[in-house]
């Protein structure tokens, strides 16, 4: 993976921790890490094209939110995740998406529909073609668009803290088969749901894709966590 370098985008130390901590907010929340996974600073220094400093001090904001755990000096880690813990988070997601879901029905434009089916296509390609990484990138981009189209900002925040912590879990999509047909998939009734202002069909069906795909995580967790000598 190429280097990101954030020194060379900005010159203050403060500037480089806020990007180093946004990016790796980008990556938690896009499934690039595991479930237990180990996180070591110097790598990912090395890796952002910056020194141990901003990367100790995103990790730290990480740490408070509650989306790391501090193991030393020198790493950290992605938490494991338990059956409570996905049944839980499953449940907060669907109440606040769904919501979501059906209000943005309320204010999507055909254009804000077009979208969404373009992020669904690449996504479905992307699944077909085996690129899971990008797959799961995808599966996050439309979530977060149908949740910033309801025009709620508080509740977009509160998601996205969700979607910080369950990205991770979120892994295991990558190797999972489809559990639909890809012209069956949730993500098409949530789309019709907000082409046609139908707010519960929105919402039924982001709930039903969160349930099901949720469901299927929860009985491959052994498999999704990292275990601690990993």
Request: aromatic residues 4%.
């Amino acid at each position: 993976m190429a280097m990101v370098d954030l020194e060379a985008q900005a010159p203050t130390a403060e500037s480089v921790a806020g990007r180093a901590h946004q990016w790796l907010r980008r990556e938690l929340m896009r499934s690039r890490f595991r479930p237990g996974e180990k996180l070591k600073l110097r790598q990912l220094a090395e890796e952002l094209g910056v020194s141990l400093t901003p990367v100790r001090e995103a990790i730290a904001r990480l740490v408070s939110e509650n989306a790391l755990e501090q193991l030393d000096h020198r790493s950290a880690r992605v938490p494991p995740f338990s059956e409570e813990r996905v049944r839980e988070v499953c449940e907060l997601r669907m109440e606040l998406e769904g919501k979501a879901a059906e209000r943005a029905a309320e204010r999507a434009t055909p254009a804000d529909v077009a979208r969404l089916a373009a992020i669904q296509a690449r996504m479905t390609e992307a699944r077909l073609a085996g690129r899971g990484l990008e797959m799961t990138q995808e599966n996050e981009r439309f979530h977060m668009t149908v949740c910033a189209l309801a025009g709620m900002p508080v509740l977009l925040q509160i998601v996205e803290n969700l979607w910080l912590r369950c990205g991770p879990l979120n892994f295991a999509l990558q190797s999972m088969r489809f559990l639909h047909r890809p012209e069956e998939h949730p993500h098409n009734d949530v789309i019709r749901g907000l082409a046609a202002g139908d707010g519960a069909l929105a919402r039924l069906a982001i709930q039903r894709d969160i349930a099901v795909y949720s469901d299927a995580i929860r009985r491959r967790l052994p498999a999704v966590n990292v275990s601690a000598s990993g």
